[in-house]
């Protein structure tokens, strides 16, 4: 016979469990709402070996999918050295990371843009109050008489072709161009257009998943499951002044089983800049460009291209009358 004590102990451990388990429940939804996020690793030696949490994920540079939210630790092996550091990922981030050998440490890149653009605020700050400065000085009195300077000779130089602005646009303006094209059902071509004056450490991969296959009518179908092709590519760009960004895109084509409303397929990238990203959709009717900007930089992108130019350079050019040219 059990006693009102007894039952009284029993009640409060069924309590306890249920709420134990309502409590995991929770953190179980909190946990799939937030999703995981991406890490991109680059080294400044080529081939790093990357740990993240002791696990091999490959090398350098390297995109890696599927990483859980919360702190990690992070270690880069290359011909005997060794960097390591701590990170801290949010839900659905995509961070950016780079292993500097030189300075002995792992750095995120969102963070140097920071404080680069702090450096530049800073310096730019200081010119202009040099400027007024030299603008407040009090100017020479009128009376005293000035030196004859003595007469130049003055030499005919030929005009250079082109002025040091058109000069500096040539250089700086396109930044990259890709083309991405079928070669049959199960693969694409990927062709790339790079401005190698400015752009450093380019490297790329490219991968169809899914069995895809052509209609009658000659659409790109998914035969069944989830189908995608996508590339990847990622890049520094190093301005006139020695700024350095770091470009991550992500294009990824998801073909669909059959003919719908919003056609065969979806068309969508991640334009990341120095750690910070962009996820965009392609919407544009009948094949025509669309134009997304970050930062300042523009891209223009169809089914099958994009091309990223500078925007503040474009402006420059469409404002004094010109037309950009091609890439």
Known sequence: ?????????????????????????????AQ????AGNVDVRSSLVGGRVYIDNEYKGDADIFIED????????????????????????????????????????????DIAREEAAKRAEAERKAEAERKKKEEA???????????????????????????????RDVYLSIIRVNLEDA????????QKINTKTVTNFNDSKNVAGKLYRSKQNYLLCETGSCYRDWNGRFFYIDESGKRDAFLIRWKETVFTGVTPAGTSKLEMDLC??????????????????????????????????????????????DGGGKVPEF
């Open 138 to 168: 009090p100017q020479a009195k009128t009376g005293e008489k000035k030196k004859p300077e003595p007469k130049k000779t003055v030499v005919a130089v030929p005009k250079p072709h082109k002025s040091p602005e058109d000069e500096r």
């Open 184 to 191: 049959g059902a199960s693969d694409m071509k990927v062709t």
């Open 67 to 110: 990483v859980m939210p919360g702190e990690h630790f992070i270690t880069v092996r290359q011909g005997g050295q060794t960097v390591s550091g701590q990170f801290i990922l949010k839900s659905n981030e995509t961070m950016m990371l780079e292993a500097r050998f030189d300075e002995a440490r792992i750095v995120d890149l969102k």
């Open 273 to 318: 800049l120095n750690g910070e990203c962009k996820r965009l959709v392609y919407t544009a009717e009948g094949g025509a460009a669309a134009q997304s900007t970050i930062d300042r930089y523009v891209m223009s992108w169809t089914k099958t291209a994009f091309i990223i130019r500078r925007a503040d350079l474009v402006k420059e050019i469409t």
């Open 32 to 35: 799939e709402k937030g999703g």
């Open 1 to 29: 016979m059990i006693c009102q004590g007894e039952t009284m102990r029993m009640r409060e451990l069924v309590i306890a469990l249920v709420l134990a388990l309502l409590s995991s429940a929770g953190f179980a939804v």
